[in-house]
């Protein structure tokens, strides 16, 4: 057994005996077994295939990967779709998507195997690996970049296109005039800015380039064959192929070449303009370099995951702590997130997620003693929020980590922020969006006006009049469920959701058949609810 395997092997175990799992079997509401290795998985009786499946196509995806951890096993990697729209090309185990804000996850790992290597201190000021850095930045430090605490500006609201190349220097040159958003320190803001200057410190303190020293360190170790930039794939054996054409299949391939057998191969990233998807040339993802820039397949995402649990990747117990511990700012306010990082209000919870030039990606992870469950989902669509399906997949896999509701009525997220707070940020953007509020119901008060006992519950009641209107002109009816809802709640566990009414059902419910305007209202309150429950929404 190799050096390495030793290590992972001791690592694995470590982890598990730190999150020993002899918990009492729970039965789910199927009278099944939901304890680890039990048929079927299901979450509230609806598969994960099945999931998957509506998900996909209630969203128009080309395809989509998912894998799931049980550490030390990932006893689920699958690909569903096409990867390609015009080729003959499935998702598959070793499919790469880019992998976007994730890549956050790598970049902040190599800042600590630096630390640990004793190249730098997180509270070293970046004018001490980058001199040239404006005189504003120069005593920002490493700690805040990596809780985006910086006040930098984020440079792809500063003029950047995302069709055009850049070298890093180029892209800090966008925002190096630009006034800091806010004083370091004192509040987090989510800037993809942080992650370029992380990624010139990386190259700065270890003598390599960022591209070489996350090979080096974690994707050569793990032997993630399907992780690299999208500069390495000239050098794959997956493009030695003739330019791909509508309807050509390149897998024949496979008849006698080894590589083309279930072969390692980047998605095509797309972008919905409206009248359909327009696909995104990979190479736009190489702007977001140590922030978004890394390609992989949810199956190496998950081996990622499970040596993060021990000390394969960063050795020292209290320097994993620093990576997912929520950010304390100047005046003590705690921030639940960090290094792309969100955690919320389920204890050991954290997951990371957002967008990148044709694709969508999530990562979560569990690390209770009794539920040590993680979900990778990774699409070849932009723009698509895939936190519900993935809180519904761990669902499946431990029964009592999503919300107690049936998701084919109620749609839920679980918020960062205690339910003032959450109630607070879904009216401030109902007010930037100019939609108006009719009413706001605290039943958790009224309830202790009436001398009785319910936990911190508040329902919002908003919409748009027009809207409204519209769908009552062909059912009046419906105006028994209009004006929209939105109920903020805490449950037993200290958790906060935000649910509101799937609108499939709504139109399903009263008959109507105008998909367009159910659409459009399911997409507005998504955006809604997503911008008001996270810390690093844009």
Request: proline share 6%.
């Amino acid at each position: 057994m190799t050096h390495f395997k030793r290590s992972f092997v001791a690592a694995v175990s470590l982890a598990l005996l730190t999150y020993s799992v002899h918990a009492e079997t729970p039965t789910g509401a199927s009278g099944y077994p939901v304890s680890r290795g039990e048929y079927p998985v299901q979450s509230h009786g609806i598969t994960v295939d099945r999931l998957i499946a509506d998900f996909a196509r209630k969203n128009n995806l080309p395809g989509i990967s998912v894998a799931i951890v049980q550490a030390p096993y990932i006893p689920l990697s699958a690909g569903y779709g096409r990867t390609n729209i015009d080729n003959d090309e499935l998702a598959s185990t070793k499919t790469m998507w880019n992998i976007g804000p994730i890549t956050q996850g790598f970049t902040a790992v190599a800042i600590m195997q630096l630390k640990e290597a004793g190249k730098l201190a997180l509270d070293d000021s970046i004018s001490r690996y980058l001199p040239d850095a404006p005189p504003a930045w120069a005593d920002i430090t490493i700690r805040q970049l990596m809780q985006h605490a910086s006040g930098i500006p984020d440079y792809r609201n500063a003029g950047y296109e995302s069709a055009k190349h850049y070298s890093p220097s180029q892209l800090l040159d966008l925002v190096r005039s630009r006034p800091l958003l806010f004083k370091s320190g004192t509040d987090v803001q989510v800037s993809a800015t942080n992650f370029i200057l992380l990624g010139q410190i990386i190259e700065r303190a270890s003598g390599v380039s960022y591209h070489d020293f996350i090979e080096q360190n974690q994707i050569e170790p793990l032997h993630l064959e399907s992780t690299m930039m999208a500069s390495d794939f000239a050098k794959k054996a997956f493009l030695d192929r003739p330019q791909p054409t509508p309807g050509f299949n390149q897998h024949v391939k496979f008849h006698s070449m080894i590589p083309y057998i279930n072969p390692v191969e980047p998605a095509t990233g797309y972008l919905s303009n409206g009248s359909g998807l327009k696909a995104v040339d990979p190479a736009n993802s190489e702007n977001l370099y140590a922030y978004g820039g890394l390609w992989s397949s949810a199956e190496d995402i998950s081996a990622w995951d499970i040596a993060l649990a021990g000390s394969v990747l960063v050795k020292d117990e209290g320097d994993r702590d620093l990576i997912y511990r929520p950010t304390r700012l100047a005046d003590g306010r705690i921030v639940r997130a960090m290094a792309g990082w969100e955690f919320t209000h389920h204890p050991g919870f954290m997951e990371i997620k957002g967008n990148s030039p044709g694709f969508s990606s999530y990562l979560s992870r569990f690390t209770a003693a009794d539920e040590l469950v993680c979900v990778t989902l990774l699409t070849n669509k932009e723009g698509v929020d895939l936190t519900d399906l993935a809180r519904s997949i761990a669902d499946a896999y431990k029964s009592g980590l999503g919300p107690d509701t049936d998701p084919a009525k109620t749609v839920a997220q679980e918020s960062k922020y205690n339910v003032a707070e959450t109630v607070a940020r879904i009216k401030a953007n109902l007010a930037l969006q100019k939609v108006p509020v009719f009413a706001t119901f605290d039943h958790g008060a009224n309830a202790k006006e009436a001398n009785l006992s319910l936990r911190p519950t508040q329902v919002i009641v908003f919409g748009n009049p027009k809207v409204g209107s519209k769908l009552m002109q062909q059912q009046q009816a419906i105006g028994i469920d209009l004006p929209l809802r939105i109920l903020v709640w805490q449950d037993e566990r200290e958790r906060v959701w935000i649910g509101y009414q799937n609108m499939d059902d709504l139109a399903k419910t009263y008959d109507i058949e105008d998909k367009t305007t159910i659409d459009a209202m399911a997409k507005f309150i998504d955006a809604l609810v997503s911008t008001s429950a996270n810390v690093y929404a844009r």
